[in-house]
């Protein structure tokens, strides 16, 4: 099976992973949908099983999806299975459940130790095998008392490694300094290529875990021009930070550009969604994709690139080249 280390803690996790994110159901930043729309929680979780079954282990959420709710649903599908998965979950941005909404950002040591305790408690284990900082942008004057209280979580047997979600190199840089840092979690898939966070892990031995790896789905190839994505789902009413879809529809120039390379991802047989993962998994021998994965048949999809080589190099040139890169 197709593994990978998470940097220096030596923890082994699958190549591809679960994104979680979808799962967690309704909520909202800002006065729009954060989240994917309805959920149903007996559909996440044969999805969180089947994934498990076909050797997935890396499952990635945070505590704000659904406002606990991802967490939660992760937490009592791993229940009897803990030590078969590997679970990464997120900290740092601040919501209230009852009204299922962001509120803000705290990253004190108080606040950390806090929510670290109400994520092992949603998640009914005794250990976070990676945290992460969720909010990407936070002062670099603030990192080494994050990392203080990091370490000492660690220490304690709390979490195991931890990591920062940020598409900034040089505050995963700057997260790296402390002994137990072991990924950087950033956007990249075939339309956002990040060479330069791709090298910063190889210079900093991290992990690179992959968010966004499909682009949202738009590299699954499922919504075309016409396509208009629900009302509740953030890609429905999008946030300004959103580049796939605009205004509930997928962005043409994308739509296009995957189009270009269609011949490229599927050659041998592949869909489009294991195309662009199998492109992911031949930019870097450091690349974790975690796909968000809401059904057992996106599970089986996408972990059957496990089992299959990734992208030849000539295959990734052909890209660049179709791409004008
Ligand atoms: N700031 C952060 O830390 C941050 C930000 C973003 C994401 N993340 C993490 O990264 C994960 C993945 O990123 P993402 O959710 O933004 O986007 P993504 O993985 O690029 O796209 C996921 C979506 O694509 C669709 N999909 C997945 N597999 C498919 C398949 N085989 N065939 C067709 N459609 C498929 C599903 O939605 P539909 O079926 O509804 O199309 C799924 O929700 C998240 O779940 C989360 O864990 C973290």
Redesign the pocket.
């Known amino acids: 099976m197709n593994t990978r280390q998470l940097g220096r803690s030596g923890i082994e996790v699958s190549a591809i992973g679960f994104?979680?994110?979808?799962i967690g159901g309704p909520f909202s930043a800002d006065g729009k949908p954060a989240g994917?729309g309805e959920v149903d929680d007996d559909v996440s979780t044969a999805a969180i099983h089947r994934a498990l079954d076909l050797g997935v282990t890396f499952f990635?959420?945070?505590d704000v999806?659904g406002t606990g709710h991802s967490e939660r649903v992760l937490g009592r599908a791993l229940a009897g299975r803990r030590d078969s998965a590997t679970i990464a979950t997120?900290f740092g941005n601040t919501y209230d459940e009852a009204t299922r909404t962001l509120t803000g950002t705290d990253v004190s040591p108080a606040y950390i130790r806090s929510a670290c305790q109400r994520s092992l408690s949603r998640l009914g284990t005794d250990h976070i095998d990676l945290y992460?900082l969720?909010p990407?942008y936070i002062p670099l004057s603030q990192v080494d008392d994050i990392l203080a209280t990091l370490e000492s979580l660690v220490a304690e047997g709390l979490i195991r490694a931890y990591g920062w979600?940020t598409d900034d190199p040089e505050r995963a840089a700057a997260f790296a300094a402390g002994p137990h840092c072991a990924a950087v979690?950033h956007?990249v898939?075939l339309l956002s290529d990040t060479p330069e966070m791709l090298a910063l892990c190889d210079t900093l031995d991290l992990a690179s875990v992959n968010?966004?790896?499909?682009?949202?789905?738009l590299?699954?190839g499922?919504?075309g021009s016409a396509s208009v994505l629900p009302a509740d789902?953030v890609r429905g009413d999008s946030p300004e930070w959103m580049r796939y879809f605009r205004d509930g529809r997928p962005d043409p120039g994308h739509l296009a550009r995957l189009e270009a390379v269609r011949d490229v991802l599927t050659s041998g047989g592949r869909?489009l969604?294991q195309g662009a993962l199998a492109w992911l998994l031949a930019r870097s021998g450091r690349t974790v994709p975690?796909?968000?994965?809401?059904?057992p048949?996106?599970a089986e999809?996408?972990a059957a690139v496990l089992a299959r080589s990734p992208l030849d190099q000539a295959q990734l040139e052909e890209i660049d080249t179709l791409l004008g890169r």
């Open positions: 994104g979680a994110w979808a994917w990635d959420t945070a999806y997120k992460q969720h990407g979600s979690q956007e898939n968010r966004g790896p499909l682009a949202m789905g590299l699954s499922k919504y789902d869909t969604a975690i796909p968000g994965i809401r059904t048949g996106q999809e996408n």
